[in-house]
């Protein structure tokens, strides 16, 4: 992340990386072929039964100091990656390995300790946060399951997990509802923090916020980021908040990966249809950027009936006949880009021209188009679960 450090956050001790292990300097993560269907009864009396493909084959990898941002619609399968990664619920194809080991065989004891190693990050902390406990016991708790520390040490550790997140010290007596939203988020940061994890899974982390508490949750995840070499895997369907977080990207739809590359590369020349519209639809300051005829209606189609060949076919302005009959595959696009598209190298072309033409004329947007992106932006903000208690982070 090239974000600098907030300055709000306390200075504390950087907490070692995960006991016993250096920090290692190459992929942490591995993630290959992961696959969740979910059956689900339909007809009458739920007599016949359908796959809800959520997640079809995903593969991508993460890094030590390295955020990769998985990015989407809603309901591509987002949160699906999120919770099939964590073992919250059990993928039913695919690898998931953490430092070489295969999480997905681990079962017992040696699940638990892994599992200290993969924390998550959710929307809504208010609903993360046990109501009853206060931060300090919050804090403790993972100390207790992962530790062995004594009562002095246990709380010398809450109290540097405060600090860390910019929290102060006798938040520790507080209950979750004394805090604003945004000081709910950091304390949710702390207690993923508390098991010393290498990677965090931040599942729309700062959707619920105000924008100007979004910067400092954002700030905060970069500097931790920085102090302890942590891997994010960071869900959003916001777009400018990706560009300002992510290193590596992927961009879904229902249930695949249809890009995936250096954060910057793609952002610079989005080469896949379906990335150029999400792009062309993200709200810039530049106007004429929003004139571009990248982009695509229609709504997301089933993911109980997905279409034939390249999913992404009934809404691309580039689909032929190949595209409704043979599914792409992701291949390689140079500067460590992959995608799935038939003809991304056309596609490429395409968007190439308005974007150069965009930086030295005006392209006003039509309404049609105004309409699209209306439409498209509408599909990746979902009403807000919780207002921050306050303005104060
Ligand atoms: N337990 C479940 N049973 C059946 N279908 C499910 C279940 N959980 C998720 N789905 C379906 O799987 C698909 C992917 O859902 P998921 O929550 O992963 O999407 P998402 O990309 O996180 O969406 P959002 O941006 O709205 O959070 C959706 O069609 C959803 O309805
Ligand atoms: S394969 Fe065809 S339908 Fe799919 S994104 Fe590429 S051009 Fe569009
Ligand atoms: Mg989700």
Redesign the pocket.
């Known amino acids: 992340m090239s974000t600098p450090p907030s300055h709000e956050v306390a200075a504390a001790p950087a907490l070692p990386f995960a006991a016993g292990a250096a920090p290692p300097t190459d992929t942490l993560l591995q993630v290959r072929g992961l696959v969740k269907h979910?059956?689900?009864r339909k007809g009458l009396f739920g007599s016949a039964t359908a796959h809800?493909r959520?997640?079809d084959g995903v593969s991508f990898e993460v890094g030590a100091g390295r955020t990769f941002a998985v990015v989407?619609?809603?309901?591509?399968?987002?949160?699906?990656?999120?919770?099939v990664l964590l073992r919250l619920?059990e993928a039913d194809a695919g690898e998931i390995r953490l430092g070489g080991q295969d999480l997905r065989a681990l079962q017992g004891e040696a699940l638990r300790r892994m599992r200290s190693r993969l924390q998550m990050v959710f929307?809504d902390p208010y609903g993360s946060l046990n109501p009853r406990m206060t931060a300090g016991a919050m804090l403790a708790e993972p100390l207790l399951l992962h530790e062995s520390l004594s009562a002095a040490q246990r709380e010398a550790r809450v109290a540097e997990l405060l600090g860390l997140v910019g929290l102060p010290a006798d938040a520790q007596a507080r209950y979750p509802h004394e805090f604003s939203g945004g000081q709910r988020q950091r304390l949710a940061i702390a207690r993923a923090l508390a098991a010393r994890p290498q990677v965090i899974v931040c599942?729309?982390p700062v959707s619920a916020l105000d924008v100007s508490i979004q910067a400092q949750i954002l700030n905060l995840l970069a500097d931790l980021q920085q102090r302890l070499g942590l891997a994010y895997v960071f869900?959003s369907?916001d777009l400018a908040v990706v560009r300002q977080v992510a290193t590596d990207i992927g961009v879904?739809y229902l249930?695949k990966l249809v890009e995936t590359g250096p954060a910057a590369e793609v952002f610079r020349r989005p080469r896949h249809p379906y990335t150029q519209a999400l792009l062309a639809a993200v709200p810039v300051p530049d106007p004429r950027r929003r004139g571009l005829d990248a982009v695509v209606g229609g709504d997301v189609p089933?993911?109980?009936a997905p279409p034939s060949g390249c999913a992404f076919h009934t809404r691309c302005p580039h689909a032929d006949a190949r595209c409704k009959a043979e599914t792409p595959a992701l291949q390689a696009a140079g500067q460590g880009v992959q995608l799935a598209c038939w003809h991304w190298e056309r596609v490429a072309a395409h968007i190439a021209a308005p974007l150069q033409a965009a930086a030295v004329q005006d392209a006003p947007s039509t309404s049609a188009h105004a309409t699209v992106l209306a439409r498209l932006q509408a599909a990746?903000v979902?009403p807000q679960q919780e207002a921050p208690a306050s303005s104060n982070p």
């Open positions: 979910f059956v689900v809800v959520a997640v989407g619609e809603s309901g591509c399968g987002k949160s699906t990656v999120a919770r619920i929307q599942d729309e869900i369907h879904m249930g089933s993911p109980l990746f979902r």
